[in-house]
């Protein structure tokens, strides 16, 4: 896992939206990534719109708030923050930030009149959510000494973004909100956010497994990136499983046909006697695995025709913890993500 398929040109990208089907280890490679992306001083944000509070579980933390605040250190020194960014909080940080209306926003939100909003409007949401994080990546901090122009406060931000189901709903509704309202602080931000999502300073990431069902989501959700003019980044292959059977063997290896005798014979060469259901047993699991490793190699030719860059991460044996989350950004990086 040497090659580094991380394409060059990703290294303009300033938003990392990770998305994938549900079930495939979505947020927890937009951690990865997130850590990789930081490591060597440099600082990244994780952001979450699902309200699942994914992240704080990743990183054995607290729920996270409607705040930055640090959630891991990275490599050689580099730091992740996380954020929770909640509808309802950020449409009272719109109000007061655009309208100065906070106590007036306060009042509505007792009067229940946010959520009514967004229910009456339901892109309305999407807005507010994608707004949020188009703010978070333009925040610059201090001056860049050397040619007096601000510099931004994170290196990257990463999107722990909705499934594939609909991440292109997600974030091609600011365009439609943004025709709703012809002028002011709404079509100004919806400007902003559109600009930003449909530039080479955003990356689609699509998490899945070499089965057909996230292949096929993935493929389509390929498609429909493109049509929508938003882009693509890589394809990244999550818990891959190794192959303990030589490619020329698969074949014979899937039938059965004369597996169990070979397999006694081969056993008892060993000095290995076993009784006919252990053997039998053996040979089930073969022809299993056999034909999981040939589905999996029809899948991958599939992505291999979308021709995006792919990076694997192999499937942790002990499941996922803080270590596993580490391990999988040093893969990462391994491949090339910097």
């Given at each position: 896992?040497?090659?580094?398929?991380?394409?060059?040109?990703?290294?303009?990208?300033?938003?990392?939206?990770?998305?994938?089907?549900?079930?495939?280890?979505?947020?927890?490679?937009?951690?990865?990534?997130?850590?990789?992306?930081?490591?060597?001083?440099?600082?990244?944000?994780?952001?979450?719109?699902?309200?699942?509070?994914?992240?704080?579980?990743?990183?054995?933390?607290?729920?996270?708030?409607?705040?930055?605040?640090?959630?891991?250190?990275?490599?050689?020194?580099?730091?992740?923050?996380?954020?929770?960014?909640?509808?309802?909080?950020?449409?009272?940080?719109?109000?007061?930030?655009?309208?100065?209306?906070g106590l007036a926003g306060r009042t509505l939100r007792?009067?229940?009149?946010?959520?009514?909003?967004?229910?009456?409007?339901?892109?309305?949401?999407?807005?507010?959510?994608?707004?949020?994080?188009?703010?978070c990546v333009g925040r610059t901090v201090g001056e860049?000494?050397?040619?007096?122009?601000?510099?931004?406060?994170?290196?990257?931000?990463?999107?722990?973004?909705?499934?594939?189901?609909?991440?292109?709903?997600?974030?091609?509704?600011?365009?439609?909100?943004?025709?709703?309202?012809?002028?002011?602080?709404?079509?100004?931000?919806?400007?902003?956010?559109?600009?930003?999502?449909?530039?080479?300073?955003?990356?689609?990431?699509?998490?899945?497994?070499?089965?057909?069902?996230?292949?096929?989501?993935?493929?389509?959700?390929?498609?429909?990136?493109?049509?929508?003019?938003?882009?693509?980044?890589?394809?990244?292959?999550?818990?891959?499983?190794?192959?303990?059977?030589?490619?020329?063997?698969?074949?014979?290896?899937?039938?059965?046909?004369?597996?169990?005798?070979?397999?006694?014979?081969?056993?008892?060469?060993?000095?290995?006697?076993?009784?006919?259901?252990?053997?039998?047993?053996?040979?089930?699991?073969?022809?299993?695995h056999a034909e999981r490793v040939q589905i999996e190699?029809?899948?991958?030719?599939?992505?291999?025709?979308?021709?995006?860059?792919?990076?694997?991460?192999?499937?942790?044996?002990?499941?996922?913890?803080?270590?596993?989350?580490?391990?999988?950004?040093?893969?990462?990086?391994?491949?090339?993500?910097?």
């Amino acid at each position: 896992m040497t090659d580094q398929r991380w394409p060059a040109a990703l290294a303009e990208a300033r938003l990392h939206v990770v998305s994938g089907k549900g079930g495939t280890g979505k947020t927890t490679l937009a951690a990865a990534l997130a850590l990789a992306l930081a490591a060597g001083g440099r600082r990244t944000l994780l952001v979450e719109v699902e309200g699942r509070q994914g992240i704080a579980q990743v990183f054995d933390t607290p729920p996270l708030p409607y705040a930055e605040q640090r959630i891991a250190v990275a490599p050689d020194g580099g730091e992740v923050r996380g954020l929770s960014v909640d509808a309802e909080a950020a449409l009272l940080e719109y109000l007061e930030m655009f309208y100065n209306l906070g106590l007036a926003g306060r009042t509505l939100r007792r009067m229940g009149a946010i959520e009514f909003a967004t229910t009456l409007a339901p892109g309305l949401r999407d807005v507010l959510l994608s707004g949020k994080v188009k703010e978070c990546v333009g925040r610059t901090v201090g001056e860049d000494r050397r040619g007096g122009r601000r510099v931004p406060l994170y290196d990257a931000v990463v999107l722990d973004a909705p499934p594939t189901g609909r991440i292109v709903k997600f974030l091609d509704v600011t365009k439609a909100m943004g025709s709703l309202a012809r002028t002011g602080p709404i079509h100004t931000q919806s400007e902003g956010v559109v600009e930003l999502l449909h530039s080479s300073r955003t990356a689609i990431h699509l998490v899945t497994q070499l089965e057909d069902l996230p292949v096929q989501e993935t493929l389509d959700t390929v498609d429909e990136l493109v049509e929508a003019g938003l882009p693509t980044g890589a394809v990244l292959i999550n818990r891959i499983r190794p192959s303990r059977l030589p490619a020329t063997a698969l074949t014979g290896a899937a039938t059965g046909a004369g597996l169990g005798s070979g397999l006694r014979s081969g056993l008892e060469a060993a000095g290995l006697f076993l009784k006919d259901e252990e053997v039998d047993g053996l040979v089930s699991e073969t022809v299993e695995h056999a034909e999981r490793v040939q589905i999996e190699s029809a899948v991958r030719s599939r992505l291999n025709a979308a021709g995006l860059p792919q990076l694997e991460l192999p499937e942790l044996t002990e499941g996922v913890d803080l270590g596993g989350v580490y391990e999988l950004a040093e893969l990462l990086r391994e491949q090339g993500v910097r």
